[in-house]
């Protein structure tokens, strides 16, 4: 046992391991060579690279965000590593939690803000026993600190292997990154199809990437894409959940969509939705999809807020009516066929993208609503306008209606109905005269009376 300590103390020293890849000869940019200023990070991330290095540590921005200073770009968010452990972060900083099981990390807090500090990590080889494959290759154990020359080599692509170090102002690169970030090009470091296969979800990770920041990936990593695609299927359902809104909240939804699908990785998040693409109704490709990323693109580019589960409606709306059409082509009827293909589909879909159950309950619901829209008579009308996803029910009509799943004229009542004051929304639920005159009729109409019998029949 006490071995066993002794060997994790000297790694968390930083003592690297024989086996090891360890990069060398990173070259270093000067604060003159590159174009990072100070005044675009965090303040907060500032203070904690500061004080980090002012108790003894190293202390450097890595990954996303310096990729995306680089560009000029405000970063998502600011991620620093250190040769400090876990424990001795929490030392240093009160605001300070630790988090994660298989690898700790430290979570410093200002308010809403959140930043995230790593140890380095150790070596990525799978020779020296610290790094545990499956027999896909997938990587399931990398928990060991390292230094930063080993630490590089389990980042993904070179371009988020830079490391802007705070105690001089200098970007330091083991691996091209400065030079493929200026080729806007998307390289994983090492081979290729090994780091796939370490980790699947690079490929999704590639696509994000090379649409949100216009770079290409690089050729030597296409080809194992494609080949590789199927492998995204072994990755836990609530990782490819949390992946799945990255790509398609981002605001280049549409984009992202087409990219995925080019590298046969959208059927694997999605695979109703894809089957469903490929059947066309009376000749016309089912577009509702499509619209429905744009429009999303569209709300995010004016900073409206888009959400999970209306875009996810979307993706399935489609295998739903297939399915539903099936059921009922089968005789069942309209509502158990369309409630039975919503509960199917779904948890068919949960299998490859595990989404919480108020998002399956919330795209329920916005399906459930659109036959409701058909009624504009009486008082139901004004009773779906106080229904909680009246709103987001009423969005999907018009999506259906410009796609031509529903009649126009519909979505334009309706658009007429929901800003009308009380006074024309009473006048629009009316029965014309003599419809009313039928129906008051037969409202009033005695039921027949069932006789009862007789005590002495
Ligand atoms: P974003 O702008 O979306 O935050 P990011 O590059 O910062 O992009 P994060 O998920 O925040 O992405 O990860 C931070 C860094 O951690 C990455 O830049 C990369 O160096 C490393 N990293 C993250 N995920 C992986 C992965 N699956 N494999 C290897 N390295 C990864
Ligand atoms: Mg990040």
Same mark, same amino acid.
């Given at each position: 046992m006490r071995a066993i300590l002794n060997f994790f103390k000297k790694i968390i020293k930083g003592a690297k391991s024989e086996a090891a890849p360890v990069a060398t000869n990173g070259k270093i940019y000067s604060r003159s060579e590159h174009?990072? *200023? /100070? *005044?675009?990070? *965090?303040e907060n991330a500032l203070k904690v690279l500061y004080r980090l290095q002012k108790d003894g540590f190293d202390a450097y921005l890595v990954g996303g965000c310096v990729r995306d200073l680089l560009l000029g770009r405000e970063p998502k968010d600011f991620d620093v590593v250190t040769n400090a452990d876990p424990e001795q972060v929490k030392k240093v900083f009160r605001n300070c939690r630790l988090i994660g099981r298989r690898f700790r990390l430290a979570h410093v807090h200002f308010g809403r803000e959140i930043i995230e500090v790593a140890t380095f990590r150790g070596a990525s080889d799978a !020779? #020296? #026993?610290?790094q545990v494959l499956d027999?896909? &290759? =997938? @990587? $399931? /154990? !990398? #928990?060991i600190y390292g230094t930063i020359e080993e630490d590089?080599? /389990? =980042? !993904?692509f070179t371009v988020n292997a830079l490391y802007y170090n705070i105690k001089d102002f200098s970007v330091v690169d083991y691996v091209g990154g400065m030079d493929d970030h200026k080729m806007a090009s998307l390289k994983l470091i090492g081979d290729p199809s090994t780091r796939f296969r370490e980790d699947p979800v690079r490929m999704l990770r590639a696509v994000r990437f090379a649409v949100k920041l216009g770079f290409n990936i690089h050729p030597d990593c296409e080809k194992p894409m494609h080949d590789l695609? &199927? @492998? $995204?299927?072994?990755?836990p359902s609530a990782r490819l959940y949390d992946e799945a809104l990255k790509l398609f909240l981002s605001g280049y939804a549409l984009q992202t969509f087409e990219m995925l699908r080019h590298y046969g990785l959208f059927k694997v998040l999605f695979p109703a939705t894809e089957a469903s693409l490929s059947v066309e109704e009376d000749g016309f490709p089912r577009l509702l999809l499509i619209k429905a990323l744009e429009n999303s693109d569209n709300r995010i580019a004016l900073g409206k807020t888009v959400t999970a589960y209306f875009l996810f409606a979307a993706f399935l709306w489609e295998p739903v009516q297939i399915l539903a059409k099936k059921k009922m082509a089968r005789s069942e009827p309209e509502f158990i066929a369309y409630q039975e293909a919503a509960n199917e589909v779904l948890s068919r879909q949960v299998k490859s993208t595990a989404m919480p159950k108020h998002i399956t309950m919330a795209m329920r619901e916005v399906w459930s609503l659109q036959p409701k829209f058909n009624v504009r008579l009486g008082s139901k009308p004004s009773r779906l306008l106080t229904h909680p996803r009246f709103r987001a029910g009423y969005d999907f009509l018009l999506l259906r209606a410009e796609t031509g799943g529903v009649d126009p004229e519909i979505a334009e009542w309706w658009t007429r109905y929901h800003l009308a004051d009380e006074n024309e929304q009473r006048k629009m639920t009316q029965p014309p005269r003599n419809a009313s005159a039928t129906k008051r009729k037969r409202t009033y109409r005695r039921k027949p009376k069932v006789d009862t019998p007789s005590p002495d029949a």
């Open positions: 174009t990072i *200023s /100070r *005044s675009q990070i *965090s !020779d #020296n #026993n610290k027999k896909e &290759g =997938r @990587l $399931l /154990r !990398d #928990n590089v080599w /389990r =980042r !993904d695609a &199927g @492998l $995204l299927a072994s990755i």
